[in-house]
């Protein structure tokens, strides 16, 4: 087994067969080669150079030094390798507390997004205390669709992002932190 990942910027969460932790330079590569997949990035604003994830990550990052928050890199225990990212993020003027989700391609299929999705969303309402978790989701993404059906988040309908992301659709789906509970319960 892999030795726990640990980051300076806020906890790690550990679940049956991954752990979850703040970005640190050393997600670079894999997250680079995730963010240049035309197929992976689809819904999240597309491709992005080298030059444009390191910043994200520098971006992330600095969501955790200031805000104590944001997404966690998501890393195989068996493998050590980053497998993607999942919030819990609310950057400025965003439409809600977000637990959001990407991950890369060789981690689909796994069962990775939902596994890492509970133990955010119990972090999220547990930990940071938020009364309502949404997801915002492009409404052609299905996949999203089903890991937030799963979580048992409903629909709410089409929302307004902030710029630069004011162009995208998306439909935010959400629950609140009772909601949860009880939805909890059943993916025990």
């Keep these: 087994m892999i030795e726990r990942p640990a980051s300076p910027l806020g906890p790690t969460l550990e679940t049956e067969r991954l752990f979850l932790r703040p970005p640190t330079l050393d997600d670079f590569p894999r997250w680079a080669e995730f963010q240049a997949d035309p197929d992976t990035t689809r819904f999240i604003g597309g491709p992005q150079s080298k030059h444009q994830v390191w910043r994200t990550i520098a971006s992330v990052a600095g969501m955790w030094a200031l805000h104590g928050e944001g997404m966690f890199s998501v890393i195989e225990k068996a493998t050590g390798l980053w497998m993607g ?35 955010t969303m119990d972090y999220a309402c547990d930990v940071l205390d938020w009364v309502d978790v949404i997801h915002c989701i492009d409404p052609d993404n299905r996949a999203s669709e089903k890991v937030a059906e799963r979580l048992g988040s409903t629909n709410r309908g089409p929302a307004v992002m902030p710029p630069p992301f004011h162009e995208h ?17 059943r993916l025990r």
Excluded: C, F, M
Excluded at 88 to 95: A, G, I, T, V
Excluded at 96 to 112: C, F, I, M, N, Q
Excluded at 176 to 184: A, C, F, I, K
């Design 85 to 119: 990212r999942i919030g819990p993020l609310h950057p400025y003027d965003w439409p809600g507390r977000e637990v959001g989700w990407s991950l890369h391609p060789d981690a689909t299929g796994k069962g990775y997004a939902i596994e890492a999705a509970v133990a």
């Design 169 to 185: 659709a998306v439909n935010l789906w959400g629950q609140t932190r009772d909601q949860w509970r009880l939805n909890r319960q």
